[in-house]
């Protein structure tokens, strides 16, 4: 972190931003068709936190969808299953999506959540395991909430044997000072299977809409960061 924060301060490294970046995105896909009108509506904070790689599976993916679209892959690099879903953004969709995921039994280790405007939301969750999903069971699930039908009620949490044996202390920091446009919500807390839908169910019954997230696990502790 040092190195790169010097490199940007000496001018050595340019910042990724809208500017340039989309010239190289555009290229990569100039086979896509319908990609302008998403192109525009990208932000610098995707452009930068996104590698290229994944922001040419959501763009090839949500140009060829209507509202929304679900998509699965998977990350042999790091023994994991990605898990894309984009939509419209409503209060409430990320507490219901997670909640699929937690009822299909599947463990969220990750998560990048981003909205654009005019657009729709894009989130990316990566999962231990699809637990034997394949990506249309998994689509047929989602469908149920993305077409504003009732969510599915999230199974109880599950403590695996070996997290009893383990002290987190749960912490809640709100800071309204490091975003001019966004409140961030940070909580940290024991890691278990479904404490991402109870955490962002819990920011949906108070009216709060997610613009942006980062859910990172570490171990048996989980670090979830909202704007």
């Avoid at 924060?5 to 290229?27: E, F, I, Q, S």
């Avoid at 679209?69 to 042999?76: A, I, L, P, R, S």
């Avoid at 809640?172 to 024991?190: D, G, L, P």
Wanted: proline share 4%; with cysteine; net charge positive.
């Amino acid at each position: 972190v040092y190195e790169r924060a010097k490199r940007y301060l000496v001018g050595d490294m340019v910042p990724v931003t809208r500017k340039n970046a989309l010239p190289a995105v555009a290229k990569r896909l100039s086979h896509v068709g319908n990609v302008e009108r998403i192109l525009c509506r990208l932000t610098d904070t995707y452009l930068a936190a996104t590698p290229d790689n994944i922001i040419d599976w959501h763009i090839t993916h949500i140009a060829n969808c209507d509202r929304w679209c679900v998509h699965m892959k998977e990350d042999t690099e790091n023994n994991h299953i990605q898990i894309m879903v984009y939509t419209e953004d409503t209060i409430g969709i990320t507490a219901r999506i997670t909640g699929v995921l937690t009822h299909m039994q599947m463990n969220i280790v990750g998560a990048e959540i981003f909205t654009f405007y005019k657009l729709g939301v894009v989130h990316t969750y990566r999962v231990q395991s699809a637990n034997g999903y394949t990506e249309s069971e998994i689509r047929d699930n989602m469908q149920k909430i993305l077409s504003e039908q009732p969510p599915l009620v999230p199974r109880p949490t599950i403590l695996r044997p070996r997290n009893r044996s383990f002290q987190v202390q749960s912490q809640v920091i709100v800071n309204n000072q490091v975003s001019y446009n966004a409140t961030m919500i940070e909580v940290h807390t024991k890691n278990r299977y479904g404490v991402m839908a109870l955490i962002t169910q819990a920011l949906s019954d108070l009216g709060i809409s997610i613009r942006s997230a980062r859910i990172t696990s570490y171990g048996e502790w989980v670090c979830d960061v909202f704007y």
